[in-house]
């Protein structure tokens, strides 16, 4: 049986350099690029797996899949790549810890419901405090030995699985690294009777990612009349006053002119957030109308004006 790097799934081979899983020697576990990115670092830019090509292999297969995504990229673009899973499916918030003590899991879970008719929600974390064996009570539920643990690329698959593999006691390290496409094949891991594959993490059509790597701590702005605000490649336009609070992975730049000079008009009620995918999203305080120079931007209701039932 071909040998597989446990790094990053690919066969191991010592034959062409350029291509992938190569290694100078086999008995090495490591391919050269993921031992390169383990102890250095490196890693080459463009490296990528196709959606479809993921989505494909998991829906002929059978078992559950456990979609990770964490709180800042969740959106109408992740949740409709989540919708393409044909296995049973559980929604995965990864990096609990990075939450705000506010954004408690109850409310996380009725706003998944009423504004992404998600039900079935999990939340996980690689600190200690956060128990990872209920995924082993969910195959029970759902009456299989046999797992998918899929999402976006950097949502924390790969660090996931090695805390089920540390509590299980096996001594076995896949790669996890702060930088996206980490992992590039399937990796089949057995967990005593249990089958999980860790898979190849999905990509922003546009690229971005927003990372997160620390707490989500807001920012607010206080926006006087006629500011435009640039985010990366998306602007804004406010033509009154406001307030907003960004939550997100970059910086906001502040300009002030007189004319809106973009196309897009959108109305937004107060409270709302206005999604920003592969940044996070912008809560905006009063009922407004804001030009911007994307189409079909995405509003939502703000997660802590959820209400208990
Ligand atoms: N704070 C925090 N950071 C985490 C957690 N899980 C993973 N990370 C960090 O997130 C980054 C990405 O982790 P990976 O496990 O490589 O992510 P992945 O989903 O396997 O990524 P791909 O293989 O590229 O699809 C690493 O820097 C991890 O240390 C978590 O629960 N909390
Ligand atoms: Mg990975």
Known sequence: MNKRCIGCGKILQDQ???????TPNLKNEYCMRCFRLKNYGEKKEGEIVLEKDILTRVNKGKGIAFFLVDFLNINQETIHLFNKIKLPKILVISKSDMLRREMN?????????????????LFISNKPSFKSNNIFKIMEEYNTYTAYIMGLTNAGKSTFLNKLLKEAGIKKEILASNKPNTT???????????TIFDTPGFSYQNDSLALLNKEIKPISYQIKPNTRLIINDLELFFKEENKVIFYGSTKIERKYQETPQLVYKINVSANQDIVLPGIGYLNIKEPCQIWSNKDNLETRIDVSEVKYE
Request: net charge negative; aromatic share 14%.
């Open 105 to 121: 899991q109850d409310k996380i879970r009725i706003w998944l419901d009423q504004v992404y008719q998600v039900d079935k929600v």
């Open 16 to 22: 062409d350099k350029s291509s992938e899983g190569y």
């Open 184 to 194: 590039l094949d399937f990796i089949k891991i057995k967990i005593g009777e249990y």
